[in-house]
């Protein structure tokens, strides 16, 4: 049975209190549909870019951008890694906003499939290994980790799985996301392709505790920033069968919820800036609307008029932004049209 060696410090508790904050914080604003629609394709783009670098991948993120955008018809393997990786993060974010997902062995090797696709062998794609294989040193290329023999691998997983699923009521799910992050790069139940599906199960994980931002969040590209140091710290050195009872998670933890504070501050300062945007700024007829709608509940266009000199046609324009910009919703028909704030 999976039983996990990790002391709560005090640095990690204030991380995990910060986190809590800083998330609530997030969910609590709100901006409107265009503005989230422009932030949620970045973020994809900045992750896909982010996971596939931290495993060698050598597209800048100008190129990642446009092969997301132009979607070419015939691609390297490079660029497919980036597509299959952008893919894999619209399918969950799509499963996340219908109901929450369950962590199974199943959803995991439908993810990695997802970020295999076209890269493997199709025996190898959502399957868990049958060889044995090693972990080199990115910068000397000398073997430095020796992973599970494969006799063990499915059973790891299994009780990986299983803890996730008995600790979820017992241990902060941010403490949770860290542990399975961790163990699955030490399982390293894949020929390839591990590091990116760990990084996308635990982006499940955290949904599941309330990050709504999900589809904002590129956590990714916090390891991107010193890849030496993530390998460092979400990996071992040795082989797995001495390291097994002695491997410790605490530094781990710390380091993963650094990387979240990181990345969630990241959002906080930069989204606002995208409702500056020539595409998403309000002008001021708009803001006399919604202040409009603030005090009185509603706005007829009938009382817009007695306010503004712009024509009837442009006044439809002023509420149809808003409406597209998800701040108002139209209401009744006809001469009855009103508008109120988008609930």
Request: hydrophobic residues 40%.
């Amino acid at each position: 049975m999976f039983n996990p060696k990790f002391i709560i410090t005090g640095s990690l508790l204030a991380n995990i209190k910060r986190i809590t904050t800083l998330i609530q914080q997030l969910n609590n604003q709100r901006y409107p549909k265009l503005v989230l629609l422009e932030y949620e394709r970045v973020a994809r783009a900045v992750s896909a870019y982010a996971s596939t670098s931290i495993e060698g991948n050598p597209l800048p993120l100008t190129e990642v951008k446009k092969i997301l955008k132009s979607h070419p018809s015939y691609i390297r393997n490079s660029e497919q890694e980036v597509i299959n990786y952008n893919q894999a993060l619209e399918t969950l974010d799509e499963l996340l906003k219908a109901k929450p997902i369950d962590i199974t062995l199943g959803l995991i090797l439908s993810i990695h499939k997802q970020i295999t696709d076209k890269l493997l062998p199709t025996y190898e794609t959502g399957k868990l290994r049958q060889k044995p294989v090693v972990v080199n040193d990115p910068r000397s290329g000398n073997v430095v980790y020796l992973p599970p023999d494969v006799d063990m691998v499915n059973r790891l997983m299994d009780e990986l799985v299983e803890f996730v699923t008995k600790s979820t009521e017992m241990i902060d799910p941010l403490i949770l996301a860290g542990i399975f992050h961790k163990q699955m790069v030490i399982i390293h139940p894949f020929m390839d392709g591990n590091g990116r599906t760990t990084r996308l199960v635990t982006k499940v994980l955290l949904a599941k505790m309330g990050l709504n931002t999900f589809n904002l969040f590129s956590f990714e590209n916090y390891y991107n920033q010193n890849v030496t140091k993530y390998f460092q710290m979400v990996g071992e050195t040795g082989d797995y069968n001495d390291l097994k009872d002695e491997i410790d998670f605490t530094n781990w933890l710390q380091y993963f919820t650094d990387g979240i504070i990181d990345e969630l501050l990241r959002i906080q300062n930069s989204l606002p800036m995208y409702n500056m945007s020539p595409t998403t700024r309000l002008e001021v007829h708009h803001e006399a609307i919604l202040r409009h709608i603030k005090s009185k509940g509603l706005i007829t266009d009938r009382e817009y008029a007695t306010f503004t000199i712009r024509s009837k046609a442009t006044r439809a324009l002023d509420f149809n932004r808003l409406i597209m910009l998800n701040l108002i919703e139209r209401k009744g028909k006809g001469r009855s049209t009103y508008y109120t704030l988008k609930g």
